[in-house]
């Protein structure tokens, strides 16, 4: 069974530094691109970043500038470096794979699928 396990949350204070990863097992990431999401308390689940197959990476307007995604297919593990963090960052945060590039239509992450249970970040002063 295809699937993602994603760590790295944790509590930090604003303008502290995280680093999530994402790592697949049952499947090779070589093919798929990935993308991070997340969901605050109360709201819908957004993007925040994808990195396609070929490497491109696309971020929300909301986290452009901070948030950097990477992969490392050898690892078959994708990475979000999150920094300056702010409050309103707060939320559980899930990656998923699709098989699609990223294109336009990622942030509202349709096609994807093999979500992860999530790991929590939470930004408080």
Sequence with gaps: ?????ESGGGSVQPGEPLRLSCLASG???????????RQAPGKEREGA??????SSTYYADAVKGRFSISR??????????LT?????????????ART??????WSRGLG?????????????S
């Design 100 to 105: 699609r590039l990223c294109g336009t239509s």
């Design 27 to 37: 499947f090779s990431l070589d093919e798929y691109s990935i993308g991070w999401f």
């Design 112 to 124: 994807f699928g093999s979500w992860g249970q999530g790991t929590q970040v939470t930004v408080s």
């Design 72 to 81: 490392d297919n050898a690892k078959n593990t994708v990475y979000l470096q």
């Design 1 to 5: 069974q295809p699937k993602f396990v």
């Design 84 to 96: 300056n963090l702010e409050l309103e960052d707060t939320g559980v945060y899930y990656c998923a």
């Design 49 to 54: 970043a994808c990195i396609s197959y070929k």
